[in-house]
Structures are given as structure tokens and as C-alpha cells.
């Protein structure tokens, strides 16, 4: 299998090292996303009002709401990967993704009916998972320097599954930059699903084709391979940057790809069906 590595270097990389806000003002800012996400409201863009915030301070950001949650009861189930096409990265000045975590309370089965106001501005993203059999622990990669490579990834899934991510962002979209995105957990609403698993020996991941119909009506498609070239990689690129920060990724989490389709919105009374090729489908209903 040919795989692929995220572009580096250049003007565009993002720079996680350096911080620019204070430790009061990133708990300011975790407090109101906790309020957008509590009320509906949409924030303005954190990035237009503190001007030396970095991805550094995006991150920060993120790594306090997560304690917060995991501190009320929360448990991580799982990681996801943003930006993950050129096209998107481009939108937002980088040539690297973004990321952050999946709580199992937003993992939700195919066929589920939910409120399409309980994210805000709900959008969806058709996507393949992968179920870890076992641990990703730092350092342990056959990659340089025990970094994750996609081979790693595949040895250590139970399986594969598709998914679609719908989207909950609480920022206001005018002036809003990849820091906004990060500081919200890459927009993660929720996962809903497959409720097949796939052997991922059992296909080629990077030319898995997809439908997106929303009632209906064909209104998206897409095929695996947009997703870094193959989402083996782009999952290898996920564990990479938590192996960074010294966290092992357990077995049994799931590892969500990235996007190959655009976000599309979606309003109460939508049915949405994930069509993929030689997978089945997963479908959600919006009231």
C-alpha cells in the first residue's frame, strides 16, 4: 500500500510551541463554549478578539474543556481528525489537519433520531472509523523515532467501520480561522455509527466510494482516498500528534479519518443516508 505524509514545513505549518494567551484567559474562553454549547448561542470568534492567540493557545484551550468534562463523569471513547483535504486546509491558511476527542457520550447508532438543535449549526461529514484492537502507545511505532505509520494502524484495528460525523460549532463564521475550530474540538458533534464492521484487509481504503443523500437526493459524493491519500495514514497522523503529548490511545477506542465529502447542513425533518461502496449504509433521522 502507498502511503502518504502530511506536507511540513513552509509558511503554513501550524506552530504549536508557542503561547500567546494567559492561563485566565484560556479558562475564559473554555467557559464561554461551555455557555454556547449550553444556551445555542454562537461566540465571536475568539481569534478576531485576542489577536496573539496561537494553535498552541487553540490546543490549550481544547486540553481544559476536555479535563472539565472528564472531571464531571465524561470518558473519551474515542479521537477524530479535521481538515484533513487540501482544499479545507487551505480555507484555513494551513497544510496540516486538526484534531481532538470523541466522548462516548457522542457516539451515537445508525438509524438513531435526533434533534438537529441539540448541535449548533449542524452540518454532516461522511467518514470511515477504525476500532482499535489494541493500544497505540507512544514511542512504539515502526515509523523514525517510534512514530505511528498507517501499516501500524491497520495491525492494530479490529475493524472497520463507515461513519458519519455531524458537525456542532459554536463560533460565528465570519472571521473565523483554524484557531476558532481547534478551540471548539475540531466542531465535533457526534458520531453516528455503521453498525457493520469491515476487515480492513478485506478492501482497498483508499478507494472506498460514497453517497450522501439527504432526502432523497443525491447531494454529495466522495472517495476515501481524499482523506491524506488513504485514512490509514490520516489515523497514523491522528495518533501521532496525541503520541506527542505522551497519551497512549486505548483499545477499543475509535479513530475517525477525516472528511471525504464537504460538510453539509442539515435542518429538523431531514432523513441523511451514507451510501458506501460495498459497506452498506448508515442513516440518521433529524427532528
Known sequence: METHRAAKGGSMTMDVSHRGLTDAQVAALVDELAEAARTGARIAPASRRHPAMTVSDSYEVQRLWRARREAEG?????????????????????????YGVIFEDQILAAGSTVRATAWNNARVEVELSFL???????????????????????????????????????????????????????????VVR????????????????AKLRINGEIVETGVSGAVLGHPADSAAWL??????????????SLLLSGSFTRPLPVAAGDTVVAEYQGMGEVRVQFT
Open 194 to 209: 455503521g453498525d457493520r464492521e469491515f476487515d480492513p484487509a478485506s478492501f482497498d481504503l483508499s478507494w472506498v466510494g
Open 239 to 252: 495518533a501521532n500528534r496525541f503520541a506527542e503529548q505522551g497519551e497512549t490511545i486505548p483499545a477499543g
Open 74 to 98: 465524561g470518558r473519551v471513547a474515542g479521537f477524530k481528525i479535521g481538515l484533513t483535504s487540501v482544499a479545507m486546509q487551505q480555507a484555513f491558511g494551513l497544510d496540516e489537519p486538526d
Open 132 to 190: 482499535l484492537a489494541s493500544a497505540l502507545v507512544p514511542g512504539q511505532g515502526s515509523g523514525a523515532d517510534g512514530a505511528f505509520t498507517a501499516e501500524d494502524i491497520l495491525a492494530a484495528t479490529a475493524c472497520v467501520v463507515p461513519s458519519l460525523e455531524i458537525l456542532d460549532c459554536h463560533v460565528r463564521e465570519e472571521g473565523m480561522t483554524v484557531i476558532d475550530t481547534i478551540a471548539d474540538n475540531a466542531a465535533l458533534g457526534a
